[in-house]
């Protein structure tokens, strides 16, 4: 009984370290998270500006840089169904100068379909950078899914800072922390995705594989 005893007294023992370890790298890698970033690059031009709608600040800001030259076309991905190129940029205030080099997608409605979206338009227009504007405590998983989906591009993040999101103090706020809670776990669920994918696709290949031996 004893060796039995020291044996599942060893296997608990590892499990809570194992376990310990875990929770100081989500808790570092948490703070990591909701570090304020900064614009990347604030003097250069892209070929695109890419807007990820979310907010007017967001949009707005877009159209700060293209005005500024900061891109040659401005992209906005996610938009309404209902909301055409004119509507929007009536919204926005910028219908006079903007139309000429303003394009929407209506595709997608998450993340994941923002970098798919942006990804064929950017290639459709043969651009190979662009300048990305969304929302500080989204841009670390904007930054991974887009880059994902085109690799070849080079991405200047530029985050803008909503005045109802308080990223000075967010420790200090309870929304601000459920609400950076939520994007680090939706983060990491990004970032583990194609681990899971490949783990999931590997019975089917097996399964393929036998199929075709017999």
């Known amino acids: 009984m004893r060796p039995a005893a020291g044996l599942l007294w060893g296997a608990v023992r590892r499990i809570a370290i194992t376990g310990a370890a875990l929770l100081v790298l989500c808790v570092v890698g948490f703070i990591w998270f909701a ?15 890419v807007v990820l709608t979310g907010g007017r600040l967001r949009l707005q800001s877009g159209m ?12 906005v991905s ?7 190129l004119d509507e929007l940029l009536r919204i926005s205030g910028n219908a006079d100068w903007a139309s000429c080099c ?3 997608g209506h595709d997608a409605d998450n993340t994941l379909g923002n970098a798919r979206e942006t990804a064929q338009w950017m290639r459709q227009q043969g651009f190979k950078s662009l300048r990305l504007v969304t929302a500080w405590y989204h841009m670390p998983r904007s930054l991974l899914e887009l880059d994902r989906a085109m690799p070849e591009i080079e991405i200047i993040a530029h985050p803008v800072f909503p005045d ?3 990223h000075e103090r967010w420790w200090a706020s309870r929304s601000t922390v459920l609400l950076l809670a939520s994007e680090y776990g939706k983060y990491l669920g990004a970032l583990l995705r194609p681990v899971v994918e490949r783990l999931r696709s590997t019975p089917t290949v097996r399964s393929a594989e036998a199929e075709i031996e017999r």
């Not at 570090?35 to 500006?49: F, H, K, L, Q, V």
């Open 35 to 49: 570090a304020r970033p900064a614009p990347e690059n604030e003097s250069a031009s892209t070929d695109a500006i």
């Open 64 to 75: 700060d840089l293209l005005r500024d030259g900061k891109g040659r076309k401005l992209f």
């Open 78 to 84: 996610g938009v309404n169904q209902q909301v055409d």
């Open 102 to 104: 303003t394009a929407v």
């Open 164 to 166: 109802e999101v308080s």
